[in-house]
């Protein structure tokens, strides 16, 4: 049987022998070469030193596992300049120097680890005659090189609290990648500034929060980027403008809850018009009543709003009466 042309990537290598051992079919196979390149001086050495034999694992045969037994020859370099004395030869593009899998045999190990992912990975390899185990696949997914940054065609930015009130950094985002692209620890406009300076191309699509200092920031290095208010934010502004108009209308609302629920008594508060509305809401439990827990939108305390300036706000979107009552106790 000619063994060679069942194994056709194996056509630069001379087959020396082959037997079916009970766990695969084992293959010996040799370079052709009379010498070898020394990869210290790169001066052709045709003068062996000794023979070793390193066994690796190929791609099986339909349903026989293979392993390759190949003879390696140690050559002596004869360049007294050269710092070798001896050197191996290699078998590229079959295997790696040190490898125990053939490159076909690992790159289609990663392709299962990337895309099946390791326990189920292990069934499907298992399936293909393929020995391999979880951590295996795990340890082949992390040997990978990650992949190159693309420049995001929309940017999202927002702050995150590294001690809640106290510091707070920056993070940016690849909206359509959902990628995070970078950390830094603080929230001021320079950084983005720089970060974004540093882009090989600039996003399209800016999309913040209701800070000034991002849309300064965005502003001064992408002027030419559309600017959007996140929609975590935009649930805020509506938020605030849901509790206004509440607020304003309170004792009305508090009437006509009343009617719904005869039983309950409705609470009293201070007049309508007054600086104290978020108390009112609060005290009379007409935002409970109105909208219960698990529908009410998570809005986020005054503290934390309460370092955006007013003037940055975007246009057409209103100030909430509870927010600017409370924008004078910054974090
Ligand atoms: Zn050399």
């Known amino acids: 049987m000619d063994l060679a042309a069942l194994v056709p990537s194996l056509g630069p290598w001379i087959i020396l022998r082959w037997r079916v051992a009970p766990s695969a079919l084992v293959i010996t196979i040799a370079s052709r070469a009379d010498g070898r390149r020394c990869p210290g001086c790169h001066v052709v050495s045709t003068s062996v030193h000794s023979h070793y034999t ?23 370099c004869r360049n007294a300049a050269c710092a ?49 185990s979880q951590s295996t696949l795990v340890r082949c997914v992390r040997r990978l090189p990650l992949p190159l940054p693309t420049a995001p065609r929309v940017l999202g930015v927002d702050d995150f609290a590294v001690r809640r009130n106290h510091h707070y950094g ?12 970078d950390l830094w620890p603080e929230r001021t406009a320079e950084p983005f500034v720089g970060w974004l300076a540093r882009r090989p191309r600039l996003p399209e699509v800016i999309c913040r929060d209701r800070g000034g200092a991002y849309a300064d920031a965005a502003r001064q290095a992408a002027p030419d980027a559309l600017q ?26 508090r009437a006509a809850t009343a009617c719904e629920n005869p039983n309950t008594t409705p609470a009293k508060g201070p007049a309508e018009g007054h600086g104290t509305e978020r108390r ?52």
């Open 54 to 76: 390193r066994t690796v694992e190929d791609l099986p045969i339909r349903t026989q596992s293979v392993t390759l037994a190949v003879q390696v020859r140690r050559f002596r």
């Open 170 to 181: 920056t993070l940016v985002v690849d909206l359509e990648q959902h990628r995070l692209l």
């Open 280 to 331: 009112v809401v609060d005290e009379s439990g007409l935002a409970e009543s109105l909208f219960p827990t698990s529908v009410v939108p998570s809005v986020p305390s005054p503290a934390d709003r309460d370092h955006y300036p007013a003037e940055t706000r975007p246009s057409g979107i209103p100030l909430s009466p509870a927010l600017t009552s409370s924008s004078t106790t910054t974090s």
């Open 228 to 253: 959007v208010a996140d929609r975590f934010h935009l649930v805020c502004n509506a938020g605030d403008v849901l509790e206004r108009v509440l607020v304003r209308h309170a004792t009305a609302v």
């Open 84 to 132: 070798r004395q001896t050197f191996a030869e290699e078998f590229g593009p079959l295997v790696r120097r040190y490898a125990r899998r053939t490159l076909l045999l690992q790159d289609l190990l990663d392709d299962i680890g990337v895309t099946i992912g390791g326990r189920p990975g292990v069934r499907f390899a298992q399936r293909h005659v393929l020995r391999t």
